[in-house]
């Protein structure tokens, strides 16, 4: 997995600059009540001193030679430091610390772990691991167990920020062993910072964390994230999931602490759904691919257990308001409605003040207020956005260092309206479009990519030379414009068939292509290798097996293209009515669809991260990290 694409895991799992670190700040507070060895002669409560208090109390320890004592009341108070953010102090308070060979194993550790989490507030993450790292290679086991759990917190923030969850992993899991001891705050902090660590791995990574760790302990965490994972479309497959894990690993850790994204699993059972409206355009193609996909997720749902949510399937064809439609799902006393489609109806909904029902409408309002203000607060919107799937490509293109892009659409306004918020947004993360052609149905594609890459200004230059020039056998080749960095391409298969060998033959083979999904239309029986080397981002059900994929393919018409993709967003559609209150409880939480890894927004807006793909050889293969 890349660097970046670890990075913004961990933004998405772990908000480092406030909550996280303010955790983890309470961490380092949390479990050092230990008193110096001369408190008696101290006059104050350890517990509730001030930074001053503790300062005047080394002070009086170094007077008298103590240096260990002098050291914890100093420690003490660059904590306090540390908490109230006074970072500046807090690394003058440490350089004013005894010698370190006056001090014991444990309060050498505290010291370095404190020089750890002020670089980390810093924003030093590079200098923080390297503190870690030193601390890492001291014997483990002559630390108390209080110090082991806040050098596995601090790691988990300072690797997360790193980009290499993986990495953190392995060191909390080293670090954390008999958790279970210790403060129960820090434990309670320890087991849910690993299951997020854990939570943003792939099946691969955490393959490999399992060779890099080894013991009872790690083997147990890894077990309990792969066996919830297996279940993560099935609030009852989780919970039976975990109920096997508990019977076998009676002695774990996380079975005092169960982290508590798993607490909550019951009371997420308790509030699902019993009864869904799906309301839908059934004599339209979208309306019934939706519907396939939604039930083909149902009855998958089914056969891992019967306490499956009834399902009542309204006609919206023929609506020309969403409250006729609304109130006949309410009738029917449905307690969560999925629907509408149509983007008029949803527009409908999301200006009323409140619903009567929580409701997963299959599109995105036309009031794009980020705020979230002014719309329900019980709606929440998910639709295939071609806007968010803009914004990914322009995330790679600024990944790769572009600047300067091409664009290349075909005519019309849906696609005048693309080519606007590409342009619009790729200007505002501080790049520039330099060209841009469009394409009619019937198109010269030679014209189009002569205009694009400015061929024709260099041909009409050697027309002028050869007219002014007395000799006829001038030798001459074309040149392409240079100021391009890549070329942002919308276009179906057919027409990217022809595009990118055009753009090829016009001296643009070494420009990187990136494309959204219409590039690919997962049929089979179609030759693609004349899209080598274009990138673009896509549906996981597009491009990886699944048994659910393959079970539809068999049992329904053929789809390809958008029909296929629909399909998808109707699985998905069930997933998210299943774990939609987790989701809204647990804004960090993540869903693994089969369109995108899912999160919800502050705005109430289902967002997708696609995996970005790169045609080799005719097939999509997944880029590194993606």
């Known amino acids: 997995m890349s660097t970046a694409r670890l990075l913004q895991n961990a933004k998405d799992s772990w908000n480092i600059s406030g909550i996280c670190f303010a955790l983890l700040?309470?961490?380092?507070?949390?479990?050092?009540?230990?008193?110096?060895?001369?408190?008696?002669?101290?006059?104050?409560?350890?517990?509730?001193?001030?930074?001053?208090?503790?300062?005047?109390?080394?002070?009086?320890?170094?007077?008298?030679s103590d240096a260990e004592a002098a050291a914890e009341y100093r420690l003490k108070a660059i904590e306090l430091l540390i908490y109230e953010n006074n970072l500046r102090r807090a690394a003058t308070e440490i350089d004013a610390l005894p010698a370190q060979q006056l001090l014991s194993d444990e309060l050498r550790a505290s010291v370095q772990l404190a020089r750890a989490t002020i670089a980390f507030g810093n924003g030093d993450h590079s200098d923080a691991r390297s503190l870690l790292q030193e601390l890492d290679s001291r014997a483990r086991e002559s630390l108390p167990i209080d110090t082991n759990i806040k050098i596995a917190l601090l790691a988990g923030e300072v690797y997360n920020a790193l980009g290499d969850p993986s990495l953190a992993a392995v060191f909390q899991l080293s670090r954390s062993e008999g958790a279970e001891y210790g403060t129960p705050l820090l434990a309670r902090q320890l087991s849910d910072s690993?299951?997020?660590?854990?939570?943003?791995?792939?099946?691969?990574?955490?393959?490999?964390?399992?060779?890099?760790?080894?013991?009872?302990?790690?083997?147990?965490?890894?077990?309990?994230?792969?066996?919830?994972?297996?279940?993560?479309?099935?609030?009852?497959?989780?919970?039976?999931?975990?109920?096997?894990?508990?019977?076998?690993?009676?002695?774990?850790?996380?079975?005092?602490?169960?982290?508590?994204?798993?607490?909550?699993?019951?009371a997420a059972w308790d509030r699902r759904p019993r009864h869904i409206g799906l309301i839908l355009p059934l004599q339209t193609a979208a309306g019934r691919a939706l519907q396939e996909g939604f039930i083909a997720a149902y009855y998958q749902s089914l056969a891992i257990s019967r306490e499956v949510p009834r399902i009542s399937v309204i006609d919206s064809s023929e609506a020309t308001d969403a409250f006729s439609v609304y109130d006949e799902a309410l009738r029917l006393g449905v307690d969560l409605v999925v629907g509408p489609l149509d983007k008029a109806l949803v527009n409908q909904i999301a200006e009323l003040p409140r619903l009567p029902t929580l409701t997963l409408a299959l599109n995105y309002a036309d009031n794009d207020d980020e705020s979230g203000e002014g719309k329900p607060s019980d709606l929440v919107q998910f639709g295939l956005a071609p806007e968010n799937e803009i914004e990914q490509i322009i995330a790679l293109a600024r990944q790769r260092g572009f600047k300067r892009a091409a664009v290349i659409t075909p005519e019309g306004d849906n696609y005048t309206r693309l080519r606007a918020t590409f342009q619009s947004r790729w200007e505002q993360s501080g790049g520039s479009v330099v060209a841009r052609s469009v394409f009619g149905p019937e198109e010269d594609f030679s014209a189009v990519v002569k205009n694009l890459l400015a061929i024709d200004a260099s041909e009409d230059r050697a027309r002028r030379l050869r007219a002014t020039l007395p000799r006829n056998n001038i030798e001459f080749t074309p040149q392409r414009r240079s100021d391009i960095d890549f070329i942002f391409l919308i276009a179906n298969p057919r027409q990217g068939r022809q595009l990118v060998p055009t753009l090829a033959f016009y001296y643009a083979q070494d420009l990187p292509l990136l494309a959204l999904p219409s590039i690919y239309d997962g049929d089979p029986s179609a030759s693609t290798r004349d899209l080598d080397g274009l990138v673009f981002g896509d549906a996981p059900w597009m491009v990886r097996p699944s048994e659910l994929r393959s079970v539809a393919d068999e049992n329904l018409a053929p789809a390809f293209g958008s029909s296929q993709r629909l399909r998808a967003m109707g699985v998905d559609s069930f997933y998210l009515a299943m774990q939609l209150t987790q989701l809204r409880d647990?804004?960090?939480?993540?869903?693994?669809?089969?369109?995108?890894?899912?999160?919800?927004?502050?705005?109430?807006?289902?967002?997708?991260?696609?995996?970005?793909?790169k045609f080799e050889n005719g097939v999509p293969e997944p880029l590194p990290g993606s």
Request: hydrophobic residues 45%; aromatic residues 6%; contains cysteine.
């Open 25 to 64: 700040l309470l961490g380092l507070l949390d479990g050092c009540q230990s008193t110096p060895a001369n408190s008696g002669n101290i006059p104050f409560d350890l517990a509730s001193a001030s930074v001053e208090t503790l300062l005047d109390a080394a002070s009086q320890a170094e007077s008298q």
């Open 194 to 266: 690993i299951w997020l660590t854990l939570d943003t791995l792939s099946i691969d990574e955490i393959d490999a964390v399992a060779s890099a760790t080894a013991g009872y302990h790690a083997r147990g965490w890894l077990e309990l994230n792969k066996a919830i994972r297996r279940e993560e479309f099935s609030l009852r497959g989780q919970l039976d999931a975990l109920a096997r894990w508990q019977g076998v690993w009676t002695q774990h850790a996380a079975t005092s602490y169960l982290p508590s994204a798993l607490l909550t699993l019951n």
């Open 586 to 613: 647990n804004p960090q939480r993540s869903l693994r669809g089969v369109t995108g890894e899912l999160s919800l927004t502050e705005d109430g807006k289902i967002m997708r991260k696609l995996v970005m793909l």
